[in-house]
């Protein structure tokens, strides 16, 4: 199929894992009192930017293998 | 979850240039590698029964609910893979109930077919019910609205881009249910204490239930009498019921999964399927039931966070709440809208999964058989669009039809029970007795469905009143629960189908044995596995993913 499923779920971690990080960041920071004071938007932020772009680069680089099969059969 | 909506569109959108013939829109073109089909083999039924469902059995029933995975999905997974993947892919059948024409006859594929369509739509219908429900208590969203939009969004993704659209999304849908949901137990094992704190807040919830300490946290150790295990059932139901029909029945024979193994892209892709799908699914357990346990434990002594299961009217737990609850309690705005995603994300899964059997199932399976044969395949693929659309409005009036049981798991079981427990017996016959006939896979499948109402309408679970919950033709025997009843309707549903069929068939004439080659184990040349490496091949695989499952039974002994 046309489409590497990895492209959209790589892209929509990193994007999820970005808005959370920085949300954890720069926002309040008295709404962790009830996950047990932990900064979860922060570090789930993190978990989820690292598998999002771990996902893209894998993505991205059975794409570009594909290309090049591609152009060698041509 | 803007995010996720657009992304969820934009797959449909991306592979709508893709879906040119039928074969494309029911079947993904069986182009996609085995790893994506595993995961979308596990999301598919991943909906709303898998995540409320299995959450509130783990805070009413404890960690035995792991039963459903252990000894339910994981081996009957397995099974499929290694042993029937061959005649559903090897065949070239488009759906399970063309498997049934092409091994039995017309008939025994009409039956299946208009009772898998019915019964697709119900489930799909449930989900929606219960996604309607549970963001009206979480958001303050209208009913209607919110089935109306969750609709709508499975509705237009389907409808661009087919399965592929489908199992993309699943994919998706399933590593965000894995994000969405591992901080909640992340953050609930530290509020309990981690495991051990878990389990000694769990011995107080057995004692203050009236149950020996442990009978919420050992799987197997209090399955010796029914009157032990918060589940009321005995190993022997749980084994041969659960263990061996229920779930053969609903991983081996059930369009809604299987039809994931058929979109892989070669033999092996496909066996390798449900082999992938299972070790994800093995751990499962973690995601959805131990959120339950946790709840269950903090409400009968509390953590520091001062989390309790919410209660309904008339005082008994609201168990159906415990995982929706707990990510209201524990997670932050931010957070608290992945993990709000996620179980939409889940409610869309399963509706989804039902909606492509559907539209499949219909049109190869009634449309085309029935209605209207022989017509081009653009109309097929109109058609099967058309049937994405009235499969969709028949769930969203089904979703309002659905609402008395209070265990959304419960109810399901009943149905499977009914049509899914005999079918298994069918495709055990027609797949490896190469004598079973059309008439006796037919009439076994109707006594086999008989035999279950029949059994259902005779018993009734402890406590209950007559009605739905069975003894509609009086109470000849009362089962401890409802549970225990249901395994128990399943075994004699399967009993009566493997029994009736054995004893027609004998009695009617056999088909030729060249017309049964690759439909028949004793048939079929086995799938050559010699070019694969040893670790891609699927006896290896299923050998690994049962020991597994195996160490896991005997460590939550």
Request: with cysteine.
């Amino acid at each position: 199929m046309g489409l590497d499923i990895r492209l959209p779920i790589g892209l929509m971690f990193t994007i999820l894992g970005l808005l959370l990080f920085v949300f954890g960041i720069v926002g309040d920071k008295s709404i962790y009192q009830r996950a047990l004071d932990i900064n979860v938007n922060l570090w789930w932020g993190i978990v989820m930017l690292v598998f999002g772009l771990a996902m893209l680069w894998f993505g991205r680089r059975a794409t570009r293998a594909g290309r090049d099969n591609a152009d060698q059969e041509r | 979850m803007l995010v996720y909506f657009v992304f969820v569109l934009g797959i449909g959108f991306a592979l709508k240039r893709y879906m040119k013939t039928s074969k494309d829109f029911f079947l993904s073109g069986r182009s996609l590698p085995a790893w994506i089909t595993g995961l979308a083999f596990i999301s598919a039924n991943l909906g709303a029964q898998e995540v409320i469902g299995m959450g509130a059995s783990g805070a009413k029933y404890g960690i035995a609910t792991s039963h459903f995975y252990w000894i339910g999905a994981i081996p009957a997974m397995v099974f499929v893979g290694v042993f029937m993947m061959p005649f559903y892919y090897g065949s070239r059948a488009r759906s399970v109930p063309e498997y049934l024409k092409l091994r039995f006859d017309e008939k025994t594929r009409g039956f299946n077919a208009i009772s898998f369509a019915t019964m697709t739509v119900f489930s799909s219908g449930i989900s929606l019910y219960a996604m309607g429900l549970l963001l009206g208590v979480l958001l303050g969203w209208n009913f209607t609205f919110a089935i109306t939009i969750a609709a709508a969004i499975v509705l237009v993704y389907i409808f661009l881009g087919g399965l592929t659209s489908a199992i993309y999304n699943e994919v998706l849908q399933f590593f965000l249910i894995v994000f969405g949901f591992a901080p909640l137990v992340l953050l609930g094992l530290k509020d309990a204490g981690g495991w051990s704190g878990l389990v000694t807040r769990l011995n107080g919830v057995a004692i203050g239930q009236g149950y020996q300490a442990g009978a919420w946290s050992s799987s197997w150790h209090f399955m010796s009498s029914p009157s032990n295990n918060p589940m009321g059932v005995e190993w022997f139901g749980l084994a041969m019921g659960l263990g061996f029909v229920l779930s053969f029945g609903y991983w081996c024979t059930d369009f809604l999964v299987v039809q994931r193994a058929m979109a892989a892209k070669s033999m092996s892709a496909a066996r390798r399927t449900p082999l992938i799908a299972a070790i994800p699914k093995m751990f499962f357990p973690i995601l959805v039931i131990l959120p339950g346990m946790i709840a269950i434990a903090l409400t009968y002594q509390a953590g520091s966070s001062g989390f309790a299961l919410p209660r309904k009217l008339d005082g008994t737990f609201n168990y159906d709440l415990a995982i929706p609850m707990m990510l209201g309690h524990y997670f932050p705005s931010g957070l608290l809208g992945v993990g709000l995603t996620a179980l939409l994300a889940s409610f869309m899964s399963g509706m989804a999964g039902n909606v492509t059997a559907f539209n499949t199932v219909w049109t190869y399976d009634i449309y085309q058989s029935y209605i209207r044969r022989g017509a081009s395949d653009q109309h097929y693929l109109w058609m099967g669009r058309m049937a994405t659309i009235f499969g969709i409005g028949i769930s969203v009036a089904a979703a309002y039809v659905a609402t008395r049981f209070n265990n959304i798991m419960d109810m399901l079981q009943l149905v499977f029970a009914f049509v899914n427990a005999p079918l298994f017996a069918t495709f055990l016959l027609g797949m490896f007795w190469k004598r079973a006939t059309g008439h006796g896979a037919f009439v076994g499948l109707l006594s086999g469905t008989a035999a279950a109402a029949l059994h259902h309408g005779l018993t009734l679970p402890h406590g209950a009143v007559v009605g739905i919950k069975g003894g509609w033709f009086g109470v000849m025997h009362v089962y401890p629960s409802e549970m225990a009843q249901n395994f128990w309707t399943a075994i004699f549903a399967w009993t009566t189908c493997f029994v009736v069929t054995i004893a027609v068939s004998l009695l009617t004439r056999p088909r030729a044995e060249s017309e049964l080659t690759g439909l028949v184990y004793s048939l079929t040349t086995r799938p050559k596995e010699d070019e694969l490496a040893w670790y891609k091949r699927p006896a290896f695989l299923g050998a690994i993913v049962v020991g597994a499952a195996l160490v896991l039974n005997f460590v939550f002994w």
